[in-house]
């Protein structure tokens, strides 16, 4: 038996030992509809790492560099759709097999595919919300009202980055226009956790109690090196609660597992 067959055998064989899961996945998840991740094999950056909390606020122009990127990487981004590792991670859960499903992605293909008990661990890029008063509103409206003030910044083209960011090089920044909160004037950022934020403890407490009624923990297409991803899986080790992994490539929890899957998403998660 090759090594490719036996990774399936065992895991099916892990599941159906651990038949309630604490799901956790990652950018590896979504690579097949179509949107890039951070991180190679070895779990370093791919590329400059992404927007931080304390650069956004920090300055217009670092708001207008996001806001323009965003404007072009939507145009793709907001029409993605679910793949086969997102609709196999779905039939599991209406199998009975998940006790919870924790993303550490803000696309929201899990619920597109059907999955019901999910935490968006890091938020959800098709909302956004005002720093100041806390308004709250669609990212498919505010994406008209940025093409409104630049329609300049409309045609233009880019490949497409990570969570919804495009690859716009080059481009004089200081004359992308960023509307402000239409309710007090204040910024206004996508409703996702930035590098540098706390994930929302509502969020951690609830994933917590999922993790306290799973049997074991499922980590797909994540390498682990956030944090607030990383957190739930050395809480499972230190309760013992067994852990398999599918990824391509190192995670930060390599000496934590129980089993590890080295295969694409969608054919480990298809098998099964």
């Given amino acids: ?124 890029l098709d909302a956004v919300r005002c720093m100041n008063c806390d308004w709250r509103g669609n990212r498919h409206d505010w994406q008209d009202a940025l093409h409104a003030l630049n329609p300049d910044w409309v045609a233009l083209e880019a490949s497409d980055a990570p969570d919804g960011d495009a690859d716009l090089d080059g481009h004089d920044f200081s004359r992308f226009a960023v509307p402000p909160c239409p309710r007090c004037g204040g910024i206004v950022k996508p409703d996702v956790v930035f590098f540098g934020e706390t994930v929302p403890r509502d969020r951690v407490d609830r994933a917590n109690a999922g993790l306290a009624n799973a049997d074991a923990v499922l980590v797909v297409g994540s390498s682990l090196m956030v944090y607030s991803g990383y957190r739930f899986v050395t809480a499972a080790s230190r309760s013992g609660i067994p852990i398999a992994a599918i990824n391509l490539g190192r995670t930060r929890a390599d000496s934590l597992l129980t089993l590890k899957v080295e295969q694409p998403c969608a054919v480990a998660l298809e098998a099964l």
């Fill in 1 to 124: 038996m090759d090594t490719a067959v036996s990774e399936l055998a065992a895991l099916r064989g892990f599941i159906d030992r651990h038949p309630r899961l604490f799901v956790l996945t990652g950018a590896g998840v979504s690579t097949d509809s179509g949107i890039p991740d951070y991180r190679d094999t070895e779990g370093e950056w791919k590329r400059q790492p992404p927007m931080t909390l304390q650069t956004f606020m920090g300055g217009e122009l670092a708001r207008a560099r996001y806001w323009a990127r965003s404007m072009v990487g939507w145009r793709r981004f907001g029409h993605v759709r679910p793949n086969a590792s997102h609709l196999a991670l779905a039939r599991l859960e209406a199998r009975g097999h998940v006790a919870i499903l924790v993303t550490q992605n803000v696309d929201g293909l899990h619920e597109a595919a059907g999955s019901r008990d999910v935490v968006d661990l890091h938020g959800r």
